[in-house]
């Protein structure tokens, strides 16, 4: 790497960004190999949407201790403590619906692990990115879900027609054990050499973990012990804070919802089948992975160049974003072709992605050193809306089925879609009024 002069943060960025792409394969391909299981055991919709959600459970638990085993341990420690334990659980659980139990227990489990990823990743790029870098770096890396949930979409179907759902379980936990492997060798800490102007910037050595025999000389010649006290009542009564916070219970919601809930909607709502709608089914995810990266570097641009301020950026694009997903989301129930539906979808997850380069890097912005336990605060709230929008759902589609019959008409799935476009229309005005891109916490 150094003979090709290859900047190292480039190398952990990419690493990251495959990270959240084999999470997101596991997430989408438990959907996909689970809705195939329970149909053929006759499972109803509201039990579906019971162990769907059941993920968001355990992945609610560990957002805020993954943010702060990150901030006390390392977030490259813990990302990858991550990834060995969900991939491990994948290779282990077998995929049976009438064993309600163990998939439950798996499912809590995967979600416990899988919640350290997210507060890990925003800690080892707010050590490693500078900057002005962070909003293409952090789109770049999350964006990988997208690209997952894409790859998903187009391969697992297949990969279930033919070898059956179990086969995606050891899939996907083949590629967690490569991802491993591969951070194992290749990541580490930032040597203070990468950065040697990292405390005055905000990232770099300065935001590495402090252990606890660390001293520091004070005036008198001594030496006291220096600690990371860690600000829990200034964060969790921040308004910026909670304006990143409602932002991403509604991004989550509408994505969760859409990525569990569309292949039923495309096969049992419109009556197609997955295997036969080929590469459009990948669209929305392929759409998000664009848009993200747009984002990303559109805010970049729109910064170092003096366009907009950090603040104006980052409400700019949210609110763009999430007005133009609301609008799609309240109308995807009104097309009733596959290309209406793909179209619609696409649009709605693509500016959902381009909405976070507003409050999905604010974190970095207003607190760099907090930035893994802010995105633990924020997600948790991201995960409870996973919990509550994917069982909702699979009780509202319950309730129409037995108004309507089935899950045809356009009226059983009209409320499935409204409410995340409502939540749309919400969070942006209240990130409009509270967000800042001002550094907040030291």
């Known amino acids: 790497m150094s003979d090709l002069k290859f900047p190292k ?11 959240t792409c084999v999470c997101y394969i596991e997430r989408v391909g438990f959907s996909i190999a689970y809705t195939v299981a329970a149909d053929a055991a006759g499972v109803n919709q509201s039990s579906k949407g019971t162990i769907l959600s059941t993920f968001y459970y355990g992945y609610a638990c560990s957002q805020v201790p993954g943010g702060w085993a990150a901030q006390k341990i390392g977030g490259r420690k813990v990302l990858l403590l991550s990834f060995v334990l969900w991939s491990s659980t994948c ?41 002005h870098e962070r909003s293409r770096s952090v789109s770049l890396t999350t964006s990988g879900m997208y690209l ?48 040697p102007k990292a405390a005055a910037a905000g990232f770099g050595e300065s935001l590495l973990p402090i252990k606890v025999s660390q001293k ?6 001594g030496s006291t012990i220096k600690t990371a006290k860690i600000p829990w009542k200034r964060i969790l009564v921040n308004l910026p804070i909670w304006a990143i916070v409602v932002n991403n219970f509604t991004f989550h919601y509408a994505l969760y919802v859409l990525m569990n809930w569309l292949p039923t909607y495309f096969e049992q709502g419109l009556q197609l089948s997955l295997q036969e709608m080929g590469s459009s089914k990948m669209m929305p995810y392929l759409n998000m992975f664009i848009f993200s990266n747009i984002g990303g570097i559109v805010a970049d641009h729109l910064i ?22 609301s609008l799609a989301l309240m109308a995807l129930p009104i097309f009733r072709t596959s290309n209406g539906a793909v179209f619609c979808s696409s649009v709605a997850l693509g500016f959902l992605a381009l909405g976070r380069a507003g409050f999905a890097v604010n974190h970095m912005d207003i607190a760099p050193r907090y930035a893994g336990i802010v995105m633990g605060v924020s997600n948790t709230a991201g995960t409870l ?50 967000s800042t891109g001002e550094r907040v916490f030291d």
């Open 216 to 221: 520091i000389k004070v005036e008198n010649g």
């Open 385 to 434: 809306a996973g919990i509550v929008g994917v069982d909702l759902t699979g009780r509202l589609l319950e309730a129409s089925k037995i108004s309507y019959s089935d899950l045809s008409s356009p009226e059983s799935w009209r409320p499935v879609f409204v409410i995340p476009g409502l939540l749309c229309i919400f969070s942006s005005f209240m990130f409009l009024l509270f």
């Open 304 to 325: 170092t160049k003096r366009i907009l301020s950090v603040t104006r950026t980052r409400k700019f694009l949210n609110t763009i974003g999430f007005f133009i997903a």
């Open 91 to 131: 290779f282990l659980v077998p995929l049976d619906p009438n064993r309600v139990v163990i998939l439950v227990v798996a499912r809590l489990l995967v979600g416990v692990a899988q919640g350290f990823i997210f507060p890990s990743i925003h800690t080892v790029l707010a050590q490693w990115v500078p900057p």
């Open 148 to 195: 997952g949930a894409a790859m998903g979409m187009l391969l697992l179907p297949t990969l279930v027609k033919y070898k059956g759902p179990q086969s995606v379980f050891l899939t996907e936990a083949a590629l967690g054990v490569l991802w491993s492997l591969l951070w194992f060798k290749y990541a580490s800490d930032p040597p203070r050499s990468e950065h």
């Open 9 to 19: 943060r480039y190398l952990i960025v990419i690493l990251t960004f495959i990270s």
